[in-house]
């Protein structure tokens, strides 16, 4: 069975083709600048590259070009669009609608719709995605795949706000988390690596950090809070998102630079985080350089961050009631030993003991950073959303 994997943005479509056999992608890439001139799509298989210069106006001639591409006698990984057996699609949002993924139907796809509110910038892209999708390959199954949906476990009292009840009754005003696949993924990877699959009782840590970041509790595989929030502007500060904040700062921001809501909002969203704090850059590799080259705004906004993810750590600990295992994942978590160990040393009182070598030496694969004998066993695992994707849309295309 094989399985293309669909990520649409407002712009932009990443695709994996994977070959569940295997579970490999056989052909990966992306189409950029759809709707905008000099769109272009950059296309792997078989270890070659191609760049696909074509006019994209719509996600419609983008899909068309990715199965151009999947089919192509040169740089193709089929011979024909037939052997593509479902199509699994990210959407962002499933609110209180769906607790897992879903097989989209008209019914599906209207309530799917229904819930763009929550997630205006990026929902109705998701959607455009699946509609062109569907328009070219009309027999073919389709599931969607929420980032929420693992979240979807968390109690009533992790998700529900200190403003008027009202407010959750009249516009479902809670949280909801993001990164679920991720979460749901590292966390189960962890329960298999140490043989404790099905076990309820297995409390893990997940901390995905990438350019967007987040912290879950995940208790016997089942999530019970998360740093991300109503929107994934919530929890720790990230790239260029501000994370936690007082929320009377808004207005005053507002009032201060003289922006509106909607500016203050993007504001939040685009020019704060580690870049804003900095002034140097959303990549924790320059902050890294910059920091060793003596510059204090970008050592601050390193120690802004791994202090924010550590007080998230010490409470989901609380939270869950004691910590067998904590995971690192995403570009920063699997590969910034730096910023893991600000996050985890000296926390031996916790039971968990960081071994320096192993830390700063990690192999391909799931990698045991907690030394030997740590009560709480600390793993970086490789993130992959896309195959969590594909298994979903194997499981419910059946
Ligand atoms: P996204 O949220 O876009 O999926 P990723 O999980 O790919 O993000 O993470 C991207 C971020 O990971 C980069 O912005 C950078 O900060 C960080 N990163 C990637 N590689 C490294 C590295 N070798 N060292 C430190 N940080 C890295």
Redesign the pocket.
């Known amino acids: 069975m094989k399985i293309l994997v669909i990520n649409a943005g407002s712009s932009s479509l990443k695709y994996q083709l994977i070959d569940m056999e295997t579970e490999v992608a056989i052909a990966k890439g992306g189409c950029e600048r759809i709707g905008l001139d000099g769109s272009f799509c950059k296309h792997k298989a078989n270890g070659k590259e191609a760049t696909i210069q074509s006019a994209m106006p719509t996600h419609k001639e983008a899909i068309q070009v990715v199965l151009n591409a999947l089919v192509d006698k040169e740089h193709g990984a089929i011979s024909s669009m037939e052997e593509i057996d479902a199509v699994g699609h990210r959407i962002v949002h499933s609110g209180e609608e769906f607790n897992d993924s879903v097989l989209l139907t008209d019914d599906t796809m209207a309530t799917i719709e229904s819930l763009s509110e929550l997630a205006p910038l990026h929902q109705p892209a998701n959607i455009i995605g699946v509609k062109a999708c569907q328009a070219i390959m009309p027999n073919v199954p389709m599931v969607g795949v929420f980032d929420t949906a693992f979240h979807s476990s968390m109690p009533e009292k992790a998700y529900i706000y200190g403003i008027p009840y009202d407010a959750y009754k009249d516009y479902k005003i809670r949280r909801y988390g993001f990164?679920g696949t991720s979460h749901r993924f590292v966390s189960a990877e962890a329960a298999k690596y140490l043989g404790r699959e099905g076990d309820n009782d297995f409390k893990v840590i997940t901390l995905?950090?990438?350019?967007?970041?987040s912290i879950s509790a995940v208790k016997g595989g089942k999530s019970i809070d998360t740093s991300m929030s109503f929107t994934p502007l919530g929890g720790v500060p990230?790239?260029t998102r501000s994370g936690d904040l007082d929320p009377a700062i808004v207005e005053f921001i507002a009032n201060k630079y003289n922006m509106t809501l909607a500016e203050t909002i993007n504001y939040l969203n685009k020019k704060s985080g580690?870049s804003g704090l900095s002034g140097v850059?959303?990549?924790?590799?320059?902050?890294?350089n910059a920091a060793a080259e003596g510059n204090h705004r970008a050592q601050l906004a390193l120690d802004v961050f791994t202090y924010s993810c550590r007080k998230y750590l010490g409470g989901y600990a609380a939270a869950l009631g004691g910590v067998d295992c904590v995971v690192f994942?995403?570009?920063?978590?699997?590969?910034?030993?730096?910023?893991r160990m600000s996050i985890i040393e000296d926390l031996e009182y916790m039971g968990i003991v960081v071994d320096k070598t192993k830390n700063d030496n990690l192999a391909d694969g799931i990698c045991e950073i907690s030394a030997e004998g740590s009560r709480v066993k600390v793993l970086v695992i490789p993130?992959n959303e896309e195959l969590v994707i594909a298994r979903d849309t194997q499981r419910l295309a059946k």
């Open positions: 990164h995905h950090l990438g350019n967007g970041s990230m790239g580690v850059s959303s990549d924790f590799r320059d902050l890294r994942t995403a570009g920063i978590g699997e590969h910034d030993g730096g910023v993130t």
